[in-house]
């Protein structure tokens, strides 16, 4: 009875380590894939290109509990809002199969790795800086 119940216990442990696996394991995507997924268009996207949001890099870093920290002092039931408005605008991304052809779902943005990459390629984008001297030049209006 004893050897049973440990490998029946063991084979749930087992099987849980497995699906939390497979849960965590990222589709092979390049960044241009990324951004087609999560990115938009509009503020300082001049050339119609998309980028990756504020909302949707914070999105990323509170489901996958990389902004932990900077949490830490919101409420749970504030915590569970904004959480639950991230899982809904990015279910939004996965649900439209011209976003997502390599089959993302919601699940992954749980995991940091995609978060960390969604903020390095935000960050590979030019910065407001570089919109606003564009804005400038074609004296669309003047700052100061």
Same mark, same amino acid.
């Given at each position: ?55 949707? $890099? ?7 509990? $990389? ?38 779902? $919601? ?38």
């Amino acid at each position: 009875m004893k050897t049973r119940f440990l490998a029946t216990q063991s084979s749930m442990i087992l099987a849980a380590a497995l699906l939390s696996g497979c849960k965590s394991s990222l589709p092979e995507t390049t960044d241009a894939e990324i951004v087609t997924l999560v990115g938009g268009s509009g503020g300082f996207s001049f050339d119609g290109e998309r980028k990756i949001s504020k909302t949707v $890099l914070d999105c990323a870093g509170t489901l996958s509990g $990389l902004d932990d920290d900077l949490l830490k002092d919101a409420g749970p039931e504030m915590l569970g809002l904004f959480k639950t408005s991230c899982r809904q605008r990015l279910n939004r991304f996965v649900s439209d199969p011209d976003r997502n052809p390599l089959g993302f779902e $919601l699940e992954h943005f749980e995991n940091p790795e995609l978060a960390e990459r969604i903020e390095k390629i935000r960050d590979q984008c030019a910065p407001v800086s570089v919109c606003v001297q564009l804005l400038r030049r074609s004296r669309v209006f003047r700052l100061g």
